[in-house]
């Protein structure tokens, strides 16, 4: 599995990008997603989640109400939407993904992901 991140660049705070996360070796539809990021010096942080089944989502207190994530199942791709962004923002993004199937929850700890992109860049000026 080969998870393919992209979409970043280099935006004004109050902006807006697009992350995708384009996977080859399965299909996104039946494993829970998650995005994370990680600024320079700072531990790995959730960003938000979207269940297998496509119909449920969980975000970080810190982008909600700005950030939503989707899932393009003709593409077998999953997209971060980013609205109203903000310097604090700046990190590098990951997506990543379970090696199992299902499950009943979204997962919101780095270590309980197997797979992951390499991560695109992500930087919000003021």
């Known amino acids: 599995v080969q998870l393919v991140e992209s979409g970043g660049g280099l935006v004004q705070a109050g902006g807006s990008l697009r992350l995708s996360c384009a996977a080859s070796?399965?299909?996104?539809?039946?494993?829970?997603m998650g995005w994370f990021r990680q600024a320079p010096g700072q531990e790995l942080e959730f960003v938000g989640g979207?269940?297998?089944?496509?119909?449920?989502?969980d975000y970080a207190d810190s982008v909600k109400g700005r950030f939503t994530i989707s899932r393009d199942n003709a593409k077998n791709t999953v997209l971060l939407q980013m609205n109203s962004l903000k310097p604090e923002d700046t990190a590098v993004y990951y997506c990543?993904?379970?090696?199992?199937?299902?499950?009943?929850?979204?997962?919101?700890?780095?270590?309980?992901?197997?797979?992951w992109g390499q991560g695109t860049q992500v930087t919000v000026s003021s």
């Open positions: 990543a993904t379970k090696r199992t199937p299902f499950g009943s929850r979204i997962l919101v700890r780095g270590a309980e992901y197997d797979y």
């Open positions: 070796g399965r299909t996104f539809r039946n494993y829970t």
């Open positions: 979207l269940l297998w089944s496509g119909d449920s989502t």
